[in-house]
């Protein structure tokens, strides 16, 4: 017998968006572009706006698929979606984290998307790579990363009128302080790796203090990992009487959290979708919580790591130990 608790209809929408420390409002539930094929994510961007409700729309330059998120886009708006009601979010890439490249790279994105603003642009990653950079970086093209001078860049995005909003991805709780103690435009968001395997507890609880949203990413465990078959997602699934990906979704959701699931299926866009009707009861909360393996899906790696001898002591470095 199921036990979800249904929610009454003013409060599922209540609960459909988070309120960020600029005002604007964030949509609790998006959809992930990254890995979606360029031949398939029109559509399943479109499927997602008209035919499933989404409203916000998670993008990447280095996704490699702006120019189709933005077709998919403007199939939307041809549809009679209005471009105030959707909420996009975009990257600035690592190879493009210097100062005087932070316009121009907005620019693309733009360009690509076939937007005239974004409304959230992040920092992928705290991390500069040279632009002749291989993957995984050679010694000597990973750069120091100069926080203060492009988020001043960033900053001045929001003055122009092209961002709405400004926030980082990947940034730990160190990271956060020095960038919160030297902007004048506080980031709105940190995007990060969230989900049962990986609760990232001491940034969100650290977020939540300074008033940072967390949107979670990888929120089902991403491609590599099977967390649609772990015990706790499981035993919850069957109470609650929701698929493990609902649950896993409702949990992001329940921890004060927004989250944008990857799915280039139809079937799956309007699976995901389905969270604004039901509640996880507190215990089975707690349950979801309690998973005891964590371990990151998307350490980064590839990105930083410049010698397998030290790859070990570069991660814990630049997580902080939390890995
Ligand atoms: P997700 O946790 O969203 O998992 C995506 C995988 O799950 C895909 O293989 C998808 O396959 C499958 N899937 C989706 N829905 C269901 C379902 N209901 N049942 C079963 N399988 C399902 O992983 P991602 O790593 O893609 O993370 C989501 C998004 O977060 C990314 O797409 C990207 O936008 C963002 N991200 C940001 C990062 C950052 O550094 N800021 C890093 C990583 C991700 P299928 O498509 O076939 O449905």
Known sequence: ?????????????????????????????????????????????????????????????????????????????????????????????????????????????????????????????????????????????????????????????????????????????????????????????????MHPSWRNDNVLNYCKKENIHVTAYSPLGSSSTDLFHAEEVIQTSEKVGKTPGEIMIRWLIQRGVSTIPKSSNKERIKENMRVFDFKIPDEDMQKLSSVPTQKRTNPGGELIVTSEEEKESILREFWEGEL
């Open 1 to 193: 017998m199921a036990q979800s608790q249904q929610l009454k209809k003013d409060e599922s929408v209540e609960e459909a968006y988070f309120t960020l420390r600029s005002g604007h409002r964030i949509p609790a539930l998006g959809l992930g572009t990254w890995k979606a094929e360029t031949n398939v994510v029109r559509d399943a961007v479109y499927n997602a706006i008209v035919e499933c409700g989404y409203r916000h729309i998670d993008c990447a330059h280095i996704y490699g698929n702006e120019k189709e998120v933005g077709e998919g886009l403007q199939m939307a708006f041809d549809a009679g979606i209005k471009r105030e009601d959707i909420f996009v979010t975009s990257k600035l890439w690592i190879k493009s984290c210097v100062p005087e490249k932070v316009r121009p790279a907005l620019d693309t994105t733009l360009s690509d998307l076939g937007l005239k603003y974004v409304d959230l642009y992040l920092i992928h990653w705290p991390i500069c790579l040279s632009e002749d950079a291989s993957s995984p970086p050679k010694k000597g093209q990973v750069l120091p990363f100069d926080t203060v001078g492009v988020w001043r860049e960033m900053e001045k995005l929001v003055e122009q009128k092209l961002v709405r909003d400004i926030g980082v991805s990947n940034f730990t709780v160190k990271k956060l302080e020095h960038l919160l103690a030297n902007s004048t435009i506080k980031p709105s968001v940190n995007q990060v790796e």
